[in-house]
């Protein structure tokens, strides 16, 4: 699809051969015209355009305004990933909610705060309210900017609280033991690779060979494996697929040192990635993931959680999601003593205080381990 300007439409193709035109009508709605070539679509969507007055937005809802807000005005300045994150939040919390349903003009901080408060107490979580207050936010900006409304009531409202975050994590002896007993699983290596090196999941499923450097013994996180869905189909389905992109924040871009564990496990997975490609010559493409399936594609992420559950039964071991084993990580570089600074760069977090937010009930517990360790031995000298 071609970059556009606001207020401008959109052409791009559709799968099947067909040219498809893209504008929104006089009420901010999303409209589509058909044609068999580019050029027809051109004309089509001129011809339309050409009858749209837009209107100040006086009788526009929240709900249209933050649609068109975010294909307008955000959908190319920021990532794929969070353009969906945003348009899922749309959808599933302003679309068809009663706020969403308010005229523009109406909204008043009072309704906007009572809002954020209700999703609260009828259990939502608060990291999804504030993203909420975040997306409406934005477009109530814009909105102001445009002179639809004269001031952005969110701008007073209060965010809720966030819970402490607190991971369950696999302890030092869970991971030692996993070592020694379950080598020949075949996720044994992807597992391995998380647990000790805190990539997050996207980017360990996006880990290709040219990533490597085995004399070095280094790996460079470049990319991530995200789901990215595709443009709405006439009845407004959208679709989704996977593919590499550019990590989470440029904090993400990282080099994380091999370890010994790591090290053996990717040799072992080259191993059998080798043997892989012997028995399934016939559909095999060598896309260069370290972590494929049978034809050389990334790995299924159904069928993949399915094994990784089913090989924690099997194990005995902590029921923590997969995505916890990079928190398994910092917390043996915390419980090793290495600086908040380092961990920060290891698991690519863009400022240092994330990486303290989220694991300040670790420090906690170490501080409480430190002064009972010196609890002990001035006990101990002064049996003496």
Known sequence: MKKRGNGEGSIYRRKDGRWVGAYYDENYKRKYVYAHSQKEAKQLLSEKMATIGYSKGEEMTLADWVFYFLEEYKKNEIKVTTYDSYMMTYRVHIKNSDLGKTLLLDLDTAMLQKYYNSRVRTGANAKTVIHSRTVIGSALDQA??????????NKYTTAPKKKTFEAKVLDKSDIMRFVAEAKDEPLYPIIITTVYTGMRKGEVMGLRWQDVDFDKREIHVRHSLCKVLEAPDETGRRKSHYELLEPKSKKSIRTIPMLDEVYEALQLQKMRQKEEKRLFSDVYIDR??????QTGNY???RTFMTDYHRLQERYQLPKVRFHDLRHSFATLLIEANVSMKVIQELLGHSTITTSMDLYAHVS???KRQALEDIRKITSSNGDQ
């Open 144 to 153: 102001v900017k445009m002179h639809l409304i004269p001031v952005n009531p």
């Open 288 to 293: 260069d993931y370290i972590f494929a399936d």
């Open 299 to 301: 790995l299924p992420q």
């Open 364 to 366: 906690e517990k170490m």
